[in-house]
């Protein structure tokens, strides 16, 4: 089973900010299939990214996520109210797993 | 619009078998090549995908619950369903159905989700 280290865990930010997620796995990912989703509180995750750096449809450009191998990350440019959120990392190259998430703050 | 609504019961006993559907509207199963998936989020674990079945009733299942889950379609109604046997407290979460973004790849992302159904493991 492919392990995925998020940190940190928590991340206080403010407005207009720069968000950076990290993404870690125990092996590397093959073809980049590494993705990034959204929570917020009662709702179900929203995909992001897949691929590690193309964006689901919908999603606004300030978010892009870049890393290959086991090293991915997630950037948040100008924070936005509403990115108040918990952030999964998943890959999907050997199964499924996701990881431990990041809590923004903002 | 594609839509998943989860059903089944919120309290389950412990030992006993959790058993949950997952009505699909908006598209039908029969006339879809996606790998239809069961995810959970549980305090201890976070989110954990725990298996997926394809409308001919292929499935593939998370190694760490293999032994307890069995997945199942009902093309007629557009449904699939999870049973996971011998539920214990770790077990308590919200259980998510979901379609991933692609069809034909049993690994894939996911991009609609049902509402989340809360089961409690409680005596």
């Known amino acids: 089973e492919i392990v995925l280290t998020q940190s940190p865990g928590t991340l206080s930010l403010s407005l207009g900010e720069r968000a950076t997620l990290s993404c870690r796995a125990s092996?590397?990912?093959?073809?980049?299939?590494l993705a990034w989703y959204q929570q917020t509180p009662g709702q179900a995750p929203r995909l992001l990214i897949y691929?590690?750096?193309s964006r689901a449809t919908g999603i606004p450009d300030r978010f892009s996520g870049s890393g290959s191998g086991t090293d991915f990350t997630l950037t948040i440019s100008r924070l936005e109210p509403d990115d108040s959120a918990v952030y999964y990392c998943?890959?999907?190259?050997?199964?499924?797993?996701f990881g431990g998430g990041t809590k923004v703050e903002i | 619009q594609l839509h998943l609504q989860e059903s089944g019961p919120g309290l389950v006993r412990p030992s006993e078998t959790l058993s949950l559907t997952c009505t699909v509207s908006?598209?039908?199963?029969?006339?879809?090549?996606?790998?239809w998936a069961w995810i959970r989020q549980t305090p201890g674990k976070g989110l954990e995908w725990i298996g997926n079945?394809?409308?001919?009733?292929?499935?593939f299942s998370n190694p760490s619950l293999t032994s307890r889950v069995t997945i199942s379609v009902d093309t007629s109604k557009s449904q699939f369903s999870l049973h996971l046997t011998s539920v214990a407290a770790p077990d308590t979460g919200i259980y998510y159905c979901?379609?991933?973004?692609?069809?034909?790849?049993?690994?894939?992302?996911?991009?609609?989700w049902g509402l989340g159904t809360m089961v409690t493991v409680s005596s």
């Open positions: 979901a379609r991933p973004t692609w069809d034909l790849r049993p690994f894939a992302t996911f991009d609609v």
């Open positions: 691929g590690a750096s």
């Open positions: 092996q590397s990912i093959t073809h980049r299939y």
């Open positions: 908006g598209a039908s199963i029969a006339n879809s090549h996606h790998y």
């Open positions: 079945i394809n409308y001919s009733g292929v499935t």
């Open positions: 998943q890959q999907y190259g050997n199964s499924v797993t």
